[in-house]
């Protein structure tokens, strides 16, 4: 476990150095989200704009798909980060 003392989220892709205050939490930068397949994108865009609308009454198992679908993103990301040559 990595505490940091600063507020600014990382990239999830391991060695990348980009960094953002947008968010708190973990982040994907603009040089690593294009390497995830567009229908996981579209997907993730779908949630992020179901949650802009409804907020808290998205659903009751909301959350727990949000958080799955970022693993899954996460993961591609990472994985195709390291594989490109
Ligand atoms: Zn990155």
Redesign the pocket.
């Known amino acids: 476990m990595t505490a940091t003392s600063t507020d600014r989220a990382r990239?999830?892709?391991p060695f990348?150095?980009?960094t953002t205050k947008r968010f708190k939490a973990e982040w994907?930068?603009?040089?690593?989200?294009p390497l995830i397949p567009k229908a996981q994108r579209r997907v993730w865009g779908r949630l992020r704009k179901r949650w802009r609308r409804y907020g808290p009454e998205a659903g009751v198992h909301f959350d727990a798909r949000w958080w799955r679908i970022w693993d899954r993103l996460k993961r591609e990301?990472i994985e195709r980060?390291a594989g490109i040559s």
């Open positions: 990239c999830v892709v990348c150095r980009r994907i930068c603009g040089n690593h989200w990301a980060a």
